[in-house]
């Protein structure tokens, strides 16, 4: 079974500072995606970034990038220059792509994060 | 706003209870997923469905079930609801279900069971 942690329940961060969000996942698999998915006040679902496994290249969306680290199987995320919108519960999910048919979202407990003015 | 639509917002109800809830997909998109956020057990995946065909299932209760109707809208119904139901249900749809796919989430469902 695959597990997602996140070792970080809370976090904040000063408006304009960097801040950088941890996660770690358990699997067998190779071939995978993991995502990181933020919900604001609003509860809405909104996917941040994603990364394929197979890549080894960083994915990065302006001003969020991961760190991927495979053999570590870590895939922290960096939000640079935090704004207060910024301040919102941050998912880290996993999805296993076996070109089988189980294409759940597995998630990690969630980090809240808090941008300060 | 995600193109995903679902109805209704909040739901209180009593134990015992049996409720019905709605979702609609984005345009376009053939595949449903439902998935359950509660305080104690997080984020979870129930089930999803393809084009009116079940296709995976997750930590779905025997007394949860679900269908996608030929428009391809969802319904998830929980009956003999527990206080431990309480919970916001999201809907995801996506175009074909795969993995490469983003996910796009509706705005959710907040269950109350008293």
């Known amino acids: 079974a695959q597990t997602v942690t996140q070792s970080q329940p809370e976090m904040s961060v000063q408006e304009a500072e960097t801040v950088t969000l941890s996660c770690t996942y358990d699997t067998s698999e190779s071939n995978y995606y993991l995502f990181w998915y933020k919900q604001p006040p609003s509860r809405q679902m909104i996917l941040v970034i994603r990364?394929?496994?197979?890549?080894?290249q960083n994915a990065t969306e302006n001003r969020f990038s991961v760190n991927f680290q495979k053999a570590a199987k870590s895939f922290s995320l960096k939000i640079s220059d935090s704004q207060l919108g910024d301040t919102a519960m941050y998912f880290c999910a996993f999805m296993i792509n076996s070109g089988g048919s189980n294409y759940k979202l597995t998630f990690g407990k969630g980090t809240l994060l808090t941008v300060n003015p | 706003d995600s193109g995903v639509t679902q109805t209704p917002k909040h739901l209180i109800t009593a134990t015992g209870q049996r409720v019905t809830l709605r979702c609609s997909p984005r345009s376009g998109d053939l595949s449903v997923y439902w998935y359950q956020q509660s305080l104690d057990q997080g984020l979870q995946f129930l089930i999803q469905?393809?084009?009116?065909?079940?296709?995976a299932k997750g930590n779905i209760l025997e007394r949860f079930s679900a269908q996608q109707f030929p428009d391809l809208h969802s319904e998830l119904n929980l009956s003999s609801l527990e206080l431990g139901d309480s919970a916001l249900y999201f809907c995801?749809?996506?175009?074909?279900?795969?993995?490469?796919?983003?996910?796009?989430f509706g705005p959710g469902t907040r269950l109350t069971v008293t």
């Open positions: 995801a749809s996506s175009v074909s279900g795969t993995a490469k796919e983003e996910q796009y």
């Open positions: 990364q394929e496994a197979y890549k080894q």
């Open positions: 469905y393809y084009n009116g065909e079940e296709r």
